[in-house]
């Protein structure tokens, strides 16, 4: 049986390398953020090593781009738009399905939406050109010392503990969105009692009232606990996150983290 192929690359071939230029990616993120924030931080959604947005990013580089070897004026240009695009698209997609921003490039000039930004854009470019003179031949003449069988195995495996990865992660996201879309509800109608109990003052239904508003505190902050919890790893990987549809619900969940992250180096 013949495998099939993509641009004359075999299709586990292809995803080999796109589980390694996603590791490759990770540690270039996580390296560049620690960085720059002084402090570990993994970056990516996934529980693994993996950023697939630079493995997907690293496809685009090595296969359609390395049609326009010959002359690099074009491929520096082809290949700063099109990862720029990329970038572009993931960041709209998860803003789309998540609401939330999770890298915002809004303070640097020349930015669109804070998607993407010049500086960044003009980097892919030349990261592009590294990653297909330099990095990708040397990655080729690594994967083709292993054995087609041994290539098939590893990916079968590699493969399952993705998709492994990735449905854990999409739930974990969902159940955060879905927690920060009760949060924000609960936090307008416990305002919305608050203010009602100023208004109202007989004091034959006032116990009846405090204890509604007890009840309603209590249940709001057992949503803002879970919420706290359930978002807390995508908040360590990307401390800039923000949220036009849950600002509310997102500000009093980083209130509560930083809460009990002093809580903690207290007790130490």
């Not at 709001?220 to 359930?230: F, G, I, T």
């Not at 509310?248 to 180096?265: D, F, H, N, Q, T």
Request: aromatic share 16%; with cysteine.
């Amino acid at each position: 049986m013949i495998e099939p192929s993509l641009w004359g690359v075999p299709i586990t071939l292809l995803f080999l390398y796109f589980i390694f230029y996603s590791f490759l990616g990770w540690c270039m993120e996580t390296t560049y953020c620690s960085v720059l924030e002084r402090r570990f931080v993994i970056r990516g959604f996934l529980l693994g090593p993996l950023c697939p947005i630079y493995g997907v990013g690293a496809l685009l580089m090595i296969l359609p781009l390395s049609f326009f070897k010959d002359n690099l004026v074009v491929f520096y240009i082809v290949a700063t738009v099109t990862l720029s695009a990329w970038e572009y698209f993931v960041g709209w997609f998860l803003e789309v399905t998540t609401h939330v921003k999770y890298w915002d490039y809004s303070h640097f000039k020349f930015n669109i939406k804070g998607r993407i930004t010049l500086w960044v854009c003009l980097w892919w470019g030349v990261l592009a050109y590294f990653a297909v003179f330099y990095v990708h031949p040397a990655t080729e003449r690594l994967f083709g010392r292993i054995p087609k069988s041994w290539q098939l195995m590893l990916a079968a495996v590699l493969f399952a503990v993705l998709m492994a990865d990735t449905v854990t992660t999409i739930r974990k996201l969902a159940l955060t969105a879905r927690l920060m879309a009760r949060l924000e509800e609960a936090k307008e109608e416990l305002q919305l009692r608050a203010r009602e109990e100023l208004r109202e003052r007989a004091e034959d239904a006032r116990e009846a009232r405090e204890e509604a508003l007890e009840h309603l505190n209590d249940r709001y902050n057992d949503l803002l606990a879970k919420a706290e919890r359930y978002s807390r790893r995508f908040r360590d990987r990307y401390s800039g996150m923000e949220s036009r549809q849950w600002s509310r619900a997102l500000s009093s969940i980083k209130e509560r983290g930083a809460e009990l992250k002093a809580k903690i180096r207290g007790a130490r």
